[in-house]
């Protein structure tokens, strides 16, 4: 079925709110066309524009993507300084067409270990699009799950020591303001291509009644043919979040 036929079968009233990706892949896609892995991730790139573009068509309102983990400052120095290039790069690059497009673009996770120059240009990019409302993009840069907790709870006990909050005033709710992702709805659908199943530390307590979707693609050639597959796939599920099938 093509990519046309795909979009009338999705459901309207029935689309995700928001999708969360792990984008995994692009070293075995390289290792596959015996090419570097730098090449891979730049294919990695044009998969991300066509899953962006996709969300804009359908109406998906909150879409958000695993750019880069705090397990990958382990990785080679090399490698690393170019996937902070690419990932900056790309951001100015596309900027435009992403503010042309409604796109609302922001960074979530940690600025440890991030120059202040570089945090510095990436807000600076970001805010030329905070008027725009069609589709929230959130690049998940530097971010780690459990990092994510650690420093909201550092945050927590810091206003509880200087009385804005009562320690009885904590929930899950008022947790939530304390996460990188405040102000986000949690993903209804979490996907991750290239045949591994497992969050690998990625919204590890928003995507707790997430729904999950595994692929054995590798994500320089997640297509938007797939991504319309994912959405069709987690419309027909039954979410009861812990309650009676209906």
């Known amino acids: 079925m093509d990519y046309k036929k795909l979009i009338t079968e999705l459901k309207p009233d029935r689309i995700p709110r928001h999708v969360a990706i792990i984008m995994d892949g692009n070293g075995r896609w390289a290792r596959k066309h015996n090419t ?3 090449n891979g991730h730049k294919q990695g ?3 991300v524009r ?3 573009e996709t969300g804009v068509e359908i109406g998906l309102k909150y879409l958000t993507i695993y750019a880069f983990s705090t397990e990958n400052w382990a990785r080679s120095k090399r490698e690393v300084n ?3 290039k690419l ?3 790309s951001l100015v690059n596309e900027i435009d067409e992403l503010i042309k497009n409604g796109v609302n673009i922001r960074f979530i996770g940690s600025r440890e270990n991030l120059s202040e120059s570089y ?3 990436v807000q600076q990019t970001c805010r030329k699009s905070w008027e725009n409302n069609k ?3 959130n ?3 530097n971010y780690g799950g459990r990092n994510e907790i650690i420093d909201a709870c550092k945050d927590i006990i810091l206003d509880i020591n200087k009385g804005k909050i009562e320690l009885d005033e904590l929930n899950e709710k008022s947790l939530d303001n304390y996460l990188y992702t405040t102000g986000i709805p949690d993903p209804d659908l979490v996907i991750r291509t290239s045949g591994e199943q497992r969050l690998s530390n990625f919204l590890v307590w928003q995507s707790a009644y997430s729904e999950l979707w595994f692929t054995d693609t590798l994500w320089p050639d997640f297509s938007k043919k797939e991504f319309l597959q994912a959405l069709i796939d987690y419309q027909n599920r039954d979410r009861r979040f812990g309650g009676r099938k209906r």
């Open 45 to 47: 790139v044009a998969a």
């Open 135 to 137: 589709l929230f993009l």
């Open 87 to 89: 990932i900056m790069n």
């Open 139 to 141: 690049v998940a840069m």
């Open 36 to 38: 570097t892995r730098i």
């Open 119 to 121: 945090t510095r240009k």
């Open 82 to 84: 170019y996937l902070l």
């Open 50 to 52: 066509r899953v962006v």
